[in-house]
């Protein structure tokens, strides 16, 4: 499969329509989609199923933030729909990120599925130093990633959601077993839109990223299955044909 098994293509959009016809389209080119708030809260449970479908994994990015006892209950909502990946905010803390994991686990073992991987976002890729000294954080946003990420492995999560600058440092202090998952990802010559900490996908994949998060150079082409399909072929032409995974 090469590279195509590190891309996760984000179906943004409220349309089930569009978000199937996107899937189909982008079939056995990609690892996998992934479905976030603005589908999940437009279709729910039922539009989530029009697309698992189609067969594909899913990663379910809802970015859940609140109190463990909250957080908890939408973990039993959620596993039950066999999701490949789901999200919490790391800066939820660690008792809450705890709950996550250990109700997936009992909530997956009750109903006989597999446990959905549970990854913590550390600092949106929309933000940058100056973004996080306005809402009061002290210091740089890769040492927040870094504190959120560490606070993550030490509440058993199997992973973050980090920008592409940031792998390379959590690589090396977290280790080869911790997923990293990563979005802000452009080619070159594609708007950063609302992104701030971009890189291209052959530098993100080069840097040790397991999986590329892709929205729009993939769903505003004309044609998002050749889009996918030229994207694959960049990360081959900067790793080799092996994934992140498999090279380590
Ligand atoms: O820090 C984060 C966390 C999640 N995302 C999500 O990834 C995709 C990126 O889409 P693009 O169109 O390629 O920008 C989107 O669904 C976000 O919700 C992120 O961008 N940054």
Known sequence: MGSKGQILAALDTVSIDQAVDWAHRLDRTVAGVKLGLEFFLANGPLGYRRIAAVGMPIFLDLKLHDIPNTVAGALRAITPLSPSIVTVHAAGGQAMMQAARETAEAEAAKRGVKRPKIIGVTVLTSLDDKDLVAVGQSGSTSDQVKRLATLAKAAG????????????????????DFLLVVPGVRPEGSASGDQKRVRTPGD?????????VIGRPITAAADPRDAACRIATEIDAAIGHAPAQARR
């Not at 992973?159 to 202090?173: D, M, Y």
């Open 157 to 176: 999560l199997d992973g973050v959601v980090c920008s592409p600058h940031e792998i390379e440092a959590l690589r090396k202090e977290l280790g080869e």
């Open 204 to 212: 993100a994949a080069k840097a040790g990223a397991d999986y590329l």
